[in-house]
T-cell receptor, first 116, second 113 residues
């Protein structure tokens, strides 16, 4: 596709349910990042992949959060047993790591998660 | 861990006035990037600085990277209402395909016409 695609755009769930957020990066992009952004704050790093390898997951808040990118393209961020404090905008970004665009991040529109 | 701090958090200016936001890292960075996020939108890349002391200009925007590669600034000359938004710096320690990009808290710019 032309840009980074995230789905769903909005997700409302009840506390205790599991959710899976999907990111489809720009075709051919090597790096894929997950960030969480609270209202009025900067994107908070969660984890990132190069190809299918998870390079750094130090930003994942706890073991309820996990991410995968099994074929080096689409990625899924899963939150188990959701809590109200997980409510936020979850943003995905991808980067080519080559050519003129280098390490520039292209962001998707995000998934707004609300945990009731 | 690595932290990137930005000041001020908010800035209100009259159209035509200048604006500056500052970014400081607790560690030396391999590069720094700047993004702009319009209200309701997502961050959009503006520029990347790599070299110590580097200065880059984009029309009315001037970006600087400090000599020690720990700080950066974005200066907008003669602001316009189209400049409204939140400006984020993002620092990286690794180079190439290593290292994560850490964002500052952002500076939100409001411009009064």
């Amino acid at each position: 596709g032309a840009g980074v695609s995230q789905s769903p755009r909005y997700k409302v769930t009840k506390r205790g349910q599991d959710v899976a957020l999907r990111c489809d990066p720009i075709s051919g992009h090597v790096s894929l990042y997950w960030y969480r952004q609270a209202l009025g704050q900067g994107p908070e790093f969660l984890t990132y992949f190069n190809y299918e390898a998870q390079q750094d997951k130090s930003g994942l808040p706890n073991d309820r959060f996990s991410a995968e990118r099994p074929e080096g393209s689409i990625s899924t961020l899963t939150i188990q047993r959701t809590e109200q404090r997980d409510s936020a905008m979850y943003r995905c970004a991808s980067s080519s790591l080559s050519g003129a665009e280098g390490e520039k991040l292209f962001f998707g529109s995000g998934t707004q998660l609300s945990v009731l | 861990g690595q932290q990137v701090m930005q000041i001020p958090q908010y800035q209100h200016v009259q159209e035509g006035e200048d604006f500056t936001t500052y970014c400081n890292s607790s560690t030396t960075l391999s590069n720094i990037q700047w993004y702009k996020q319009r209200p309701g939108g997502h961050p959009v890349f503006l520029i990347q600085l790599v070299k110590s002391g580097e200065v880059k200009k984009q029309k009315r925007l001037t970006f600087q990277f400090g000599e020690a590669k720990k700080n950066s600034s974005l200066h907008i000359t003669a602001t316009q209402t189209t400049d409204v938004g939140t400006y984020f710096c993002a620092g990286k320690r690794g180079s190439g395909n290593t290292g994560k990009l850490i964002f500052g808290q952002g500076t939100t710019l409001q411009v009064k016409p």
